[in-house]
């Protein structure tokens, strides 16, 4: 059973993680150029690097943005050659969105240049602090892919 000592310290850990993910995503931002890709762009290349076809619909959900704004991206997207629409093999009237290889190479591009500017910043860092991020780095994945509070129920 869980005491209000460890909710208290789950709702200060939730509070500071909220506060330094802020702050990192600013710096993601920031180690990108303006002229590349959105981040929800990106995001939802990411997501469906890492889940495959989707719905626009789901898609939309996941990435927390409007059904027609989804419509938009997808379409800016896939005149840019990165996702295209196809037929979902379970039934054919459905439409799905996929990243295509021109997509996945964007994604990495992207990767490799936060990637390149990041370890600058980290060889400013101490040994502590790199080992403390390499420690951490399974526990925000898993955070990543937990289901938040509002997502349905799958199945």
């Given amino acids: 059973m ?5 909710a208290a310290a789950d709702d200060a850990l939730a509070g500071g993680l909220a506060a330094g993910l802020e702050r990192v995503v600013g710096l ?17 290349l990411a997501t ?20 027609p ?15 295209c629409r196809e037929a979902d093999p379970a039934d054919g009237r459905v439409v799905q969105v996929a990243i295509t290889d021109a997509g996945r190479a964007t994604l ?5 240049v936060r990637a390149e500017r990041l370890a600058g910043m980290l060889a400013q860092l101490s040994p502590e602090h790199r080992a403390a991020l390499q420690a951490a780095l399974p ?3 898993a955070l990543a892919g937990a289901r938040r509070d509002d997502e349905p129920m799958p199945g």
Avoid: F, H, K, Y
């Avoid at 303006?34 to 995001?43: G, R």
């Fill in 28 to 44: 993601l931002r920031s180690l990108i150029q303006p002229s590349a890709l959105s981040m929800t762009a990106a995001a939802t």
């Fill in 108 to 112: 990495a591009r992207r990767r490799a």
């Fill in 69 to 83: 704004a989804m419509t938009q991206l997808i379409n800016r997207l896939s005149e840019a050659g990165l996702v």
């Fill in 2 to 6: 869980e005491t209000s000592g460890g």
């Fill in 48 to 67: 469906l690097e890492r889940g495959g076809p989707c719905r626009l619909t789901v898609l939309a959900a996941r990435e927390g943005v409007t059904q």
């Fill in 139 to 141: 526990a925000l994945d």
